[in-house]
């Protein structure tokens, strides 16, 4: 999943007051901007400052129940304040929290998740949990760049859109990347400005395996051969595999044959998973290990369980599960995925690994897997959460669930139904730092009877 944008409100922009104003700084928003209030008591939301800071600032953009602004000056700084590692910390839209702390962007994560839990689930867990880090930099293996033509600049821009999503971000570098796609972007920016098609693309997405790293070019319209050979040749030059997007998700295809498999390892669970360019996948490997580990430690099973895993993707969490259980079923949206799981539980031998399709917004009372009858639940939904299949879930008999979540807003509406409608306990809460130095919060909950 890519880092969050700033929060954009309905703006009135004519006769914006932009005279620089001193305001002192009350708290961090959920996306990374300081809170204050000016003197009318309207909060403002800015952008580069801390809790605890008196910055000068100057307006952004206003609506009736908030303004926007942006740090200008910071005369009396936060201890918490640090050098932001990026050149491009500021205008890139891509991390924003490169001026905190680590520890302290671990704990305002923190505060975030809990504050959730209790102000929209009326829940709060029993034990907060110590926060799963790993490297904070160079770790995003997949993402998205925008591309655009600048003609102002004479050159093509390829990167994160700015914080004003208006805009393409001209980048030189990013160090949250991996490093094999962070340290190319000048090159990426040369080779789409060359290309005779270079209007006609407005994105390129990259994705790293362990042993291949792919980059899928989206085109609106056919690339002449001399672009596909400058393609090509980028793509040997700088060890990617190139493919190529010239309609929706199913056109995607590589531009030379053969193209190298795209897979990761997961070693403690002797489990290999192939993927496709497009798919979705965890964009921290490291933090992804640990959070399997964490989430089968919270699970406790057993050899004879029946575990269900719900959201399942390509199988992170249902092929592991199935090296230490009797059997899991693992149900996803995506046709498409469903059948790379499949396929990655034949490579590694798991005949104990089933997998459905199925929509988990829509009803799936009648559906077979539902009442198959399970000892343990874990999922994995997207942003807007669970709620409409944990209402259809026969839950009387699964003691134990662990929920990972993307968003703590849905986790913590979920949370309230489980607890307050359903008879669990949250028994344990706490954050997985997938995206350092962005205001993302991943979330890991455990719920028992």
Same mark, same amino acid.
């Given at each position: ?180 796609i962070g340290m190319k972007v000048v090159a990426l ?81 002797? !489990? $290999? ?10 964009? =921290? /490997?490291?933090? #992804?290990?640990?959070?399997? +580990? &964490? ?11 029946r575990v269900l895993d719900l959201f399942c993707g ?16 693992? !149900? $996803? ?10 396929? =990655? /539980?034949?490579? #590694?031998?798991?005949?104990? +690994? &089933? ?56 986790l913590a509406r979920d949370a309230g139904f489980l ?31």
């Open positions: 999943m890519p880092a969050p944008l700033p929060f954009r409100s309905s703006r009135h922009v004519a006769r914006l007051d932009r005279t620089p104003f001193q305001i002192q700084i009350l708290d961090l928003s959920h996306d990374g901007r300081g809170v204050a209030r000016r003197e009318d008591g309207k909060a403002v939301f800015i952008a580069g400052a801390l809790p605890g800071e008196t910055v000068v600032a100057e307006l952004t953009a206003r609506s009736r129940r908030f303004d926007e602004a942006r740090t200008l000056e910071v005369l009396e700084a936060s201890p918490d304040r640090v050098l932001p590692r990026c050149p491009h910390f500021g205008t890139c839209g891509g991390c924003v929290l490169q001026h905190l702390d680590e520890a302290r962007q671990i704990g305002a994560k923190q505060q975030v998740l809990l504050e959730n839990l209790e102000r929209i689930g009326k829940v709060h867990p029993g034990e907060v949990l110590p926060p799963l880090t790993a490297g904070s930099w160079g770790y995003r293996r997949k993402g998205r760049f925008s591309v655009r033509r600048v003609n102002k600049k004479d050159k093509t821009l390829v990167g994160f859109r700015e914080q004003d999503p208006r805009f393409v971000a001209d980048l030189q570098e990013c160090h949250t990347t991996i490093p094999e920016s040369a080779l789409v400005d060359g290309l005779q098609a270079r209007e006609s693309i407005p994105q390129i997405e990259f994705i790293a395996g362990d042993d291949a790293i792919a980059l899928t070019v989206r085109h609106l319209v056919p690339l002449p051969e001399a672009d596909r050979a400058a393609l090509a040749a980028f793509g040997r030059e700088h060890g990617f595999s190139i493919f190529l997007q010239p309609k929706g998700l199913d056109s995607v295809h590589p531009l030379e044959e053969p193209a190298p498999e795209l897979s990761f390892r997961l070693p403690q669970w002797n !489990v $290999e998973l192939a993927f496709q360019p497009l798919d979705f996948i965890q964009v =921290n /490997a490291r933090l #992804n290990e640990k959070m399997i +580990a &964490r989430a089968l430690e919270m699970l406790d099973t057993s050899p004879d369980h390509l199988g992170n969490f249902t092929l592991p599960l199935a090296r230490q259980v009797r059997e899991v079923v693992g !149900v $996803e949206g995506d046709p498409g995925l469903v059948a790379r799981a499949r396929a =990655n /539980a034949e490579r #590694n031998g798991l005949a104990n +690994a &089933r997998f459905f399709a199925a929509d988990l917004t829509q009803d799936q009372r009648g559906t077979p897997w539902m009442r198959q009858g399970f000892d343990r639940l874990l999922l994995d939904p997207p942003r807007s959460g669970a709620e409409e299949v944990l209402k259809q879930l026969p839950l009387q008999d699964i003691d134990r669930i662990v929920y990972v979540s993307c968003h703590p807003g849905s607890v307050n409608e359903r008879g669990y306990r949250l028994v344990s809460a706490g954050v997985m730092d997938m995206f350092p130095h962005t205001a993302h919060v991943e979330s890991i909950a455990l719920f028992e009877r």
